[in-house]
């Protein structure tokens, strides 16, 4: 379940680098570019803590 969390998170923090490139090369505008780095703000910190400074379940 962690590493479903941990990909998403990756993704949403892309989500809040990528676009800002995009606005810089017109490829975007400026509105789309806020609202995806809003989006991408919102998903990261609701899955980041749920795997961040976690220990891993040791089975047994």
């Known amino acids: 379940?962690?590493?479903?969390?941990?990909?998403?998170?990756?993704?949403?923090?892309?989500l809040t680098i990528v676009p800002s490139f995009l606005v810089f090369?017109?490829?975007i505008t400026a509105?789309?570019?806020k609202t995806l780095m809003?989006?991408?703000?919102?998903?990261?910190?609701?899955?980041a803590p749920k795997w961040m400074n976690k220990k891993e379940e040791v089975e047994v």
């Open 25 to 27: 090369s017109g490829s």
């Open 38 to 47: 809003f989006v991408g703000t919102v998903v990261w910190f609701v899955t």
């Open 31 to 33: 509105d789309l570019c």
């Open 1 to 14: 379940m962690n590493n479903i969390f941990k990909i998403i998170s990756f993704i949403s923090l892309g």
